[in-house]
């Protein structure tokens, strides 16, 4: 059995595609780059990460974007008759007074590794763009469009424009065309399909919490009008409410203790070679009692079938997200294993690291010190542009992360070392800097906690000049402490123990929709020049638990 999440840690809004034998997920990325990863798999069992579309700072401009803005639910899609794989994806601007200033855009490319052409914008209606290549020749696109008016339904409805590829512009303006199939509210993360006279409106509804679900309706032109399915939602955490009872789109009070995957919801369909319909989805894995989800939403999976009146269902007796699901008869393939320790022995940046707003190789080398990842530090971690971070996606509860570190600071204002982060605004770093009243080299912790920035130790750890020193942050369930060693066999507890479950949407106040990462980081807040040579990185996985 399939084990979900089958993509663990911060993987959400995951949209499915095939390419002939070759299935791909890609996902949102928010203000982290490089942006929309993508999965890939050729028996729908083993997922493993092959690429990020958008690669090329030129492609998007994240900088001075505050946390979850940036790139939102990519839609990719492969057009046999073009030969072309297709992306869509917003570019979230700004949230202020509740406006969602948001541009869409479309960009294409014959591979799925590239190279992908220069963005076509497409409008700013709303967001979640995503399109159906018709069989008859046509392209069609919906999103949701946002409404901002007092007296219509908020926050919007999904509509539906036509793509005109030979012009590269959309034909006219977009048309209303479903409100949704609950009474949930939230609609969004609209796909439509095309199956035996019918499009297919797949979509997102009750936001992106507690009370996340997936709708389905149905009609004979891409415009309307659509018969929602009678069993909506077709897929939930929390089947038991049909009505938006509060504003909140987290709504909390509508966490189900009977279903081990909460948020369940934003789905997105695809057929096997072998006629078997899967859907994935996203979810969370909170903490109790506090209901926090430390590790973001995260991809899921759910075996479908049709039934004879041509509704799609999950296998099973009813809506429920599913802990385990029967996979694809499709061959085993064997996954290619993610090292424990990166070496940085190649002069190409690991797949699997990422930084906020802006590219590592602005800020990276692997070339300078053979073996070493050399950051460059710049402005400090709370900064909206130019942080020297490179994380790792979180993607489980029981870990050991571990790096060597050699820094020579020279100022307070220089410091580098090893970090759990959040966003900018919540992040502990255990680094090393240059405290002036001692004159030298000394280890600390500091820690920004919803933008409250605090230094933890009441006294700093004196260090022998220019020494290399290990670091070490070790996670386990709620508990999150940082060690360091002089020789990497002996390691001595420094700081506090933390509570994990503080890092989520649930409890940052400036963020929301990311997940955690871990990661190296260098800041030299004075000529942005100082750099930190970090001999290995390990991300060593004890165990897959879930938070509860």
């Known amino acids: 059995m399939l084990h979900n999440p089958i993509l663990p840690g911060f993987n959400p809004d995951p949209c499915i595609c095939r390419c002939g034998e070759d299935y791909y997920i890609a996902v949102s990325s928010f203000e982290w780059f490089p942006g929309v990863p993508v999965y890939h798999s ?62 869409n855009f479309l960009i294409t490319a014959p591979s799925i590794t590239g190279p992908w052409s220069e963005p076509i914008y497409l409008h700013s209606a709303g967001f979640d763009p995503s399109i159906l290549h018709d069989k008859n020749g046509k392209k069609w696109i919906v999103s949701l469009e946002w409404e901002t008016r007092d007296g219509y339904h908020k926050p919007g409805t999904i509509c539906a424009i036509e793509y005109d590829s030979v012009q590269r512009e959309v034909v006219g303006y977009p048309k209303c065309i479903w409100a949704g199939g609950t009474k949930r509210g939230c609609i969004e993360g609209p796909h439509l399909y095309q199956r035996n006279g019918y499009y297919y409106l797949m979509c997102a509804e009750g936001g992106t919490g507690y009370g996340h679900c997936v709708t389905v309706g149905r009609s004979k032109s891409v415009f309307g009008p659509y018969e929602s399915d009678p069993c909506n939602p077709i897929l939930t955490s929390t089947p038991d ?34 006629g078997e319909w899967y859907l994935v989805h996203h979810c969370g894995r909170p903490f109790l009692p506090e209901l926090r989800c430390t590790l973001g939403r995260e991809t899921c999976i759910q075996k479908m079938k049709w039934t004879d ?34 070496d940085f022995e190649k002069e190409i940046m690991p797949l699997c690291f990422y930084s906020p707003r802006i590219a590592p190789e602005t800020f990276c080398t692997l070339k300078e010190k053979p073996g070493y990842l050399r950051i460059r530090g710049q402005e400090s971690l709370s900064s909206l542009n130019r942080a020297s971070f490179v994380g790792h996606k979180l993607t489980a509860l029981s870990v050991c992360v571990t790096t060597k570190l050699e820094f020579e600071p020279h100022t307070y204002q220089q410091y580098a070392g090893l970090a759990i982060y959040y966003d900018n605004m919540n992040y502990i770093l255990l680094r090393k800097t240059f405290e002036e009243e001692k004159n030298a080299e000394v280890l600390d912790l500091i820690r920004v906690e919803n933008g409250f920035r605090s230094e933890v130790l009441e006294n700093s750890v004196l260090l022998v000049p220019n020494q290399s020193i290990f670091l070490r942050l070790i996670i386990d369930g709620r508990s999150t402490k940082f060690l360091w060693s002089k020789d990497g066999l002996n390691y001595h507890r420094i700081g506090i123990v933390f509570d994990t479950s503080e890092f989520s949407d649930e409890y940052c106040k400036y963020g929301e929709f990311t997940g955690t990462f871990v990661g190296m980081a260098c800041v ?23 938070p509860y």
């Open 42 to 103: 050729r028996d729908m069992k083993s997922w493993t990460l092959l690429t990020h579309i958008l690669s090329d700072e030129s492609m998007t401009d994240l900088r001075r974007l505050p946390s979850a803005k940036g790139i939102w639910a990519p839609c990719l899609t492969y057009c046999e008759e073009d030969g072309l794989f297709y992306l869509l994806y917003s570019c979230m601007n700004s949230m202020n007074a509740r406006y969602f200033d948001v541009d």
């Open 524 to 546: 030299d807040a004075l000529f942005h020049k100082a750099y930190a040579d970090f001999d290995f990185f390990t991300y060593q996985i004890v165990k897959n638990n879930a």
């Open 241 to 274: 409410f049909n009505e938006m009872d509060n504003d909140d789109a987290m709504k909390l009070n509508r966490y189900n203790p009977a279903s081990y995957l909460q948020k369940a919801g934003h789905g997105s369909l695809i057929e096997t070679t072998l």
């Open 309 to 342: 009146d041509g509704w799609i269902r999950l296998i099973g007796e009813d809506s429920l997200a599913k802990e385990y699901v029967t996979p694809s008869r499709l061959p085993d393939v064997i996954p290619r294993q993610d090292p424990v320790q990166y």
